[in-house]
């Protein structure tokens, strides 16, 4: 490849990516297509709603991961939670729903504000199976939520590495000029 | 501070320099949230995790005295209702109880759009009532309290600067609709409604929350009209 003096692209970068410059353009035009077919998918089937989309908002250069990051401290909380509706129902001296109440809040909570739709729906569920006072259908509940999260977890980890794919493919079209 | 016409203008915000925002939450997630909103906004945000922390910040724990531990003035706090140990609702009593603190306008957010919270939040002076999930606009309609000017009635200083009942209940008498109100409350059912806002009549059974999420402030009275909401009280 041939660069005038005065560009400081080199075929470094290119190398990282094992691709040519030329065809970096493709691969940020397919990336960005992958990221918004998987965003439509998961719009058109209620998993997210549109404060996911007020989070993506949020993002600039200083803060690129903001969505990933908050994101990933909700994952982390909800296994945690999830862990605890399970354990509270399937103890053998169950004490009772309160304390499962409050957990269901705070997962409630924090689903809606990273717009985990259908996940917030599922607790909506699990919250009307406790005030039955029905522990299978509570069971029911949680084991629908549990598959909810783990769907909405694959497929948000899959939109997060297309993003940082994106990222890198910018960087290497244009690296930082230092 | 200017006068117009025999109105008193008074502006509360700052002029210069950042807006400081007090976050209130025990949810790790939504302190990141609302501190990324804020941040967005131009506002310094300090966020803690209990109302306990948010008194100690001000000052207010009788505990703990907090010398030097807040340098910044606080030009509003914006805090959670449902929290453990001390429930947003606490907090905003105990602020407005203050001598020091009763002028900083608290805004509540809550998950649960109840409306018997909502009045009893506003009854209390909560300069604000935000269902969660809090939105970008949310944000700018909140910055718009401190940043925009208050008018005030001459001689009224005292009881206009405090927000929430009183200010309700005398626009309950008025068909007056064009003030900025602190009674627009955001919600996100009705999410087809105006965004032209319009202030919620506080009545006994009020109808559908108008949701105002529209950045663009509401107008501000003109001066004649505020001067005769004032003589008539």
């Known amino acids: 490849m041939n660069f005038a003096k005065n560009r400081t692209v080199s075929t470094v970068p290119a190398a990282k990516t094992g691709l040519p410059v030329w065809m970096m353009g493709l691969v940020a035009d397919r990336l960005r297509a992958d ?14 709603d549109e404060q996911f989309l007020q989070l993506q908002q949020l993002r600039d250069e200083s803060s690129p991961n903001f969505v990933s990051e908050v994101v990933n401290i909700h ?3 909800s296994e945690k939670l999830l862990r605890n509706l399970r354990s509270l129902l399937m103890d053998r001296e169950f004490s009772g729903y309160n304390k499962m109440g409050i957990h269901l809040n705070q ?16 607790c909506f569920a699990f919250r009307a199976a406790s005030e039955q006072n029905s522990r299978a259908g509570c069971l029911r509940a949680l084991e629908l939520l549990e598959h909810d999260y783990c769907f909405l977890k694959n497929k948000l980890h899959e939109l997060f590495q297309i993003q940082q794919q994106r990222v890198l493919a910018a960087g290497a079209r244009y690296p930082m000029q230092n | ?46 966020a803690v995790d209990s109302g306990i922390r948010a008194l100690q910040f001000l000052g207010l724990d009788e505990e703990k005295s907090s010398n030097g531990f807040n340098d910044l003035k606080v030009d509003l706090i914006i805090t959670d209702y449902c929290m453990p140990g001390m429930t947003g609702y606490e907090l905003l009593k105990k602020v407005k109880e203050s001598s020091a603190f009763r002028e900083i306008p608290v805004v509540i957010m809550s998950s649960e759009n109840v409306l018997a919270r909502i009045d009893r939040c506003l009854e209390e002076g909560a300069e604000d009532f935000i269902v969660k999930p809090v939105k970008l606009s949310d944000v700018k309609r909140i910055k718009d309290y401190m940043t925009r000017d208050f008018r005030v009635g001459e001689g009224e200083e005292k009881e206009r600067t405090r927000k929430g009942i009183n200010k ?4 309950d008498s008025f068909d007056d609709l064009s003030s900025s109100p602190p009674s627009i409350l955001s919600s996100p059912i009705s999410s087809s409604s105006s965004s032209s806002p319009s202030p919620q ?8 929350i108008i949701s105002a999420s529209a950045p663009s402030s509401p107008p501000l009275d003109s ?5 005769k909401t004032t003589s008539s009280e």
Do not use: Y
């Open chain 1, 35 to 48: 990221a918004n077919r998987l965003l439509a998918f998961l719009f058109n089937q209620g998993i997210l």
């Open chain 1, 75 to 77: 994952f982390h909380e």
């Open chain 1, 107 to 122: 997962f409630m909570g924090s689903s809606s504000s990273i717009g985990a739709k259908r996940i917030r729906n599922a």
């Open chain 2, 1 to 46: 501070m200017a006068r117009i016409g025999g109105v008193t203008w008074r502006r509360t915000g700052k002029i210069d320099g950042e807006v400081h925002v007090l976050a209130v939450d025990d949810s790790l997630v939504d302190r990141k949230v609302i501190e990324r909103l804020l941040r967005i906004s131009s506002c310094k945000v300090t």
């Open chain 2, 168 to 171: 309700r209940k005398q626009r």
């Open chain 2, 201 to 208: 009549s506080p009545s006994p059974s009020p109808p559908s």
């Open chain 2, 223 to 227: 001066p004649t009209r505020r001067l």
